[in-house]
């Protein structure tokens, strides 16, 4: 019935929750500013309570916390909001509201054999459920606060924060920590010290990115809120007892050779004065595997696809260059020494890690790890 609302009545635009809705399940509209319970529910309309009341108006959202939704994650406009993107050559696409892996396949299909990353934004209590299978298949993960918030009891978010982020990184792959991170800072040009603590238990959890939203958007205050979000970050990893608090997870090396080297990577690390771990990938994953043990120097990522370059730059601790690609051991060295050099990440006396893949440009076959030291000279050389 589209007539127009009263008091008692209201058009709910969404036939699809129609017939799904049970007594005693909740409708949560505006943010869940507005909490209904379904005292009756049926395939022509659905009777509430108001838990909490307020004025309902046009284009708000609603969100059904205690139902699974029989609609895909991809609505129509979705699919081509998906077609725009792929076409425009988008390095990474976040899929919202999914369920299911089923939703991460679907929209993997319609990206086709494009070169582009998904990201899935864990923000329904359903994925919850089906986390492990959700990661498998995605390319990364978003812990998406606002609407999990929404549909979940304010204080079960933090633990399932850290859940998610641990799974993520136990699985390799890079989890972002979004919404409402310094959240005054839409209007202030200070954060309050509750939200600076939030965006510190997110770095020091591990998470390979935070992420602004409305800060940075629409707020009054957008480059002020990326150098706090920046400050803070900066200033966790600075702490001593950091690199203990990240380690606090295991992630346990699969039984490879390419993860053997990734971790081993970590143990070198640890052991000798490195300034920098250089990672020779074509597709990504070595940096992906590195970037797992959360090692305790930076990673240079170098590969000869702008398009991996961009995507990578989201790892945990990693740099990214596009460069030529190589095609020998010499030529790999002294490539990796001349652009620590030139990107800052090495000095006269330093030693690098360079982890590489024989026969070079072979996807896939990381075998190789060496040690070299840089002499400072190495650009000078370069150019003669």
């Not at 659905?46 to 046009?58: H, K, N, Q, R, Y």
């Not at 053997?260 to 143990?267: E, G, K, R, V």
């Amino acid at each position: 019935d589209e007539t127009p609302g009263d008091e008692n009545r209201v058009c709910l635009p969404h036939p699809e929750l129609f017939g799904i809705m049970e007594r005693g399940q909740r409708l949560l509209i505006n943010d869940g500013k507005i909490r209904l319970k379904v005292l009756e529910a049926d395939e022509n309309r659905i009777l509430c309570s108001a838990e909490v009341g307020g004025v309902i108006s046009d284009r708000k959202g609603v969100n059904v916390p205690d139902a699974e939704v029989p609609i895909p994650a991809l609505t129509e406009k979705d699919r081509r909001d998906l077609a725009f993107a792929t076409e425009h050559g988008a390095d990474w696409i976040a899929l919202s509201f999914v369920q299911r892996a089923e939703d991460i396949a679907e929209a993997r299909k319609l990206i086709g054999t494009r070169d582009i990353a998904l990201c899935a934004k864990i923000e329904k209590p359903q994925a919850i459920h089906r986390l492990d299978s959700i990661i498998e298949l995605a390319d990364g993960i978003m812990v998406a606060r606002g609407d999990l918030g929404v549909e979940l009891e304010p204080h079960e978010v933090p633990p399932l924060q850290k859940r998610i982020v641990a799974a993520s990184r136990r699985a390799g792959k890079p989890v972002i920590v979004a919404t409402q991170m310094l959240e005054s800072m839409i209007e202030s040009p200070t954060p309050t010290r509750a939200e600076v603590s939030d965006v510190a238990n997110a770095v020091y959890d591990g998470a390979d990115a935070v992420m602004l939203s409305a800060e940075s958007a629409a707020g009054a205050w957008p480059e002020e809120s990326v150098a706090m979000m920046h400050a803070i970050a900066a200033q966790v990893e600075r702490d001593e007892g950091y690199r203990e608090r990240v380690r606090f997870l295991e992630t346990t090396p699969d039984a490879t050779t390419s993860d053997a080297l990734a971790h081993a990577c970590m143990t070198i690390a640890d052991t000798v004065p490195i300034s920098a771990i250089t990672v020779f990938t074509s597709s990504g994953s070595t940096a992906r595997r590195v970037a797992r043990e959360r090692p305790g120097t930076p990673m240079l990522v170098l590969t000869p696809s702008i398009r991996t370059a961009r995507r990578t730059a989201l790892l945990w601790g990693a740099h990214a260059v596009a460069t030529k690609d190589i095609g020998s051991f010499e030529e790999m060295i002294g490539k990796g020494r001349r652009m620590a050099l030139r990107h800052g990440f090495g000095t006269a006396g330093s030693k690098l890690i360079v982890l590489a893949g024989v026969p070079f440009g072979t996807p896939g076959s990381t075998n190789l790890l060496h040690v070299v030291t840089v002499t400072g000279d190495e650009l000078d050389k370069h150019a003669e």
